[in-house]
C-alpha cells in the first residue's frame, strides 16, 4: 500500500514538472526522465523532517516507529527506482 502512494506520488510529482517545463517557465529543456527521477529523489525527504519533527516533541513510540518503518520503505522505493531510471 506505502509502495502505490509513493510510486503515485512520484508519478504526480514527475508529470507536473514535466508539464510546468513544457509551458517555457523553466529556462532550460526538461526531459521526462529527468523529472521522474527528480521526483523520486524529492518524494522521500518528508518522512526525515517529520522524524526530526516527532523526536522534539516527544510522540509516542509505537508512532515515531510505524514512520520511520514507512521513512526506510521510500528510502529503499527510492534507490530502486533511481536505479532503474539511470
Known amino acids: ?17 514535466w508539464a510546468v517545463g513544457r509551458t517555457g517557465l523553466f529556462a ?4 521526462i526522465l529527468e523529472m521522474f527521477l527528480f521526483s523520486a529523489l ?10 526530526a519533527v516527532f ?9 515515531y516507529i510505524v514512520v520511520f518503518g514507512e521513512s526506510l520503505l521510500n528510502d529503499a522505493v527510492t534507490v530502486v527506482s533511481f536505479s532503474l531510471g539511470c
Open 42 to 51: 524529492i518524494s522521500a525527504v518528508d518522512p526525515v523532517a517529520v522524524l
Open 28 to 31: 532550460c529543456d526538461t526531459p
Open 1 to 17: 500500500m506505502l509502495c502505490v502512494i509513493f510510486f503515485s506520488q512520484m508519478y504526480v510529482s514527475g508529470m507536473s514538472l
Open 55 to 63: 523526536e522534539e516533541i516527544h510522540v509516542d513510540e509505537v508512532l
